[in-house]
DNA sequence: AATCCTTTGAAGATA
DNA sequence: TATCTTCAAAGGATT
């Protein structure tokens, strides 16, 4: 019963071709997986997941219909031009356009900063490192049921919120409800195309790079992303599609809303300091912040 | 222990 | 509608 309910899940989802409309889906659509091996860096689902598509017959897109009748439309960016991605901050630059700034963290050369990034150099016929961002794999749980496995998006409440001893008495309706709102897990946001790239290449990264900050080598993977061809970020948002479709479908009432401002900030004044003159530059970055040189580190330390 | 740092993209909030 | 803000992951560094 909840395997048939996850793997409906993911049949309902794995099959349903791309929503029409212009901007949705980058063409021509990449095949998303085959048998044989993929190209090196190419992510890889799951062969639960090959399995059971090729077991389990598509849906009637009547279903779908239905789901996005209810939620916004996907936004899957449009890679027909390849900085045209989004309308978001990495919109009309054209793809020459060079770094605006050194990487806070000193990087070496074969680490990427301003480098080509050729494909990596696995031995011929060495496996291929699989695509193992849980939510497409087997994990993925149904809420409420009691053998589920827990679905990664969840995750249980920390209980922060939950009120001290001396307090108890003193608990009022609406405290109690926040506390039991506290006490539900939470359910994280679907992890979008770059988050899953992340995901996939930061173990190769830290080998290559012998990093462990996360910083670091998240600067070195927004510099790899960018260095992708636009087919290969293509696999990377239908993946991320993907991943909030099966979302919507597993968590059909969640919205972003349910964990906005839940987590706390330090200050906002001092980040609002810190990023000064306000708005995020075409690579995501603040001007001041860009504009500051980098700290010298001799590449020997790399 | 909690938060920051750093990245991009999605989506909510706000002007 | 355009812009700003928050949060997804990660783990060492900082508070």
Known sequence: MYKETVYSAFNLLMHYPPTSGAGQHPQPQPPLHKASQPPHGVPQLSPLYEHFSSQHPAPAPADISQKQAVHRPLQTPDLSGFYS???????????????PSPPLYPLSPSCGYRQHFPAPTAAPGAPYPRFTHPSLMLGSGV??????????????????????????????????????????????????????????????????????????????????????SREEQAKYYELARKERQLHMQLYPGWSAR??????????????????????RNAFGTYPEKAAAPAPFLPMTVL
């Open 85 to 99: 991605l989004t309308s978001g901050s990495m919109g009309q630059l054209p793809p020459t356009v060079s770094w």
């Open 143 to 228: 809420p409420g049921h009691p053998a589920a496995i827990p679905h990664p998006a969840i995750v249980p409440s920390s209980g922060k919120q939950e009120l001290q001893p001396y307090d108890r008495g003193l608990k009022t309706q609406a405290e109690s409800k926040a506390e039991k709102e506290a006490k539900k897990p939470t359910i994280k946001k679907p992890l979008n195309a770059f988050m899953l790239y992340m995901k996939e290449m930061r173990a190769k990264v830290i080998a290559e790079c012998t990093l462990k900050e996360s910083a670091a080598i998240n600067q070195i993977l927004g510099r790899r992303w960018h260095a992708l």
């Open 258 to 279: 349910d964990n906005y401002g839940k987590k706390k900030r330090r200050s906002r004044e001092k980040h609002q300091e810190s990023t000064a003159g306000g708005k």
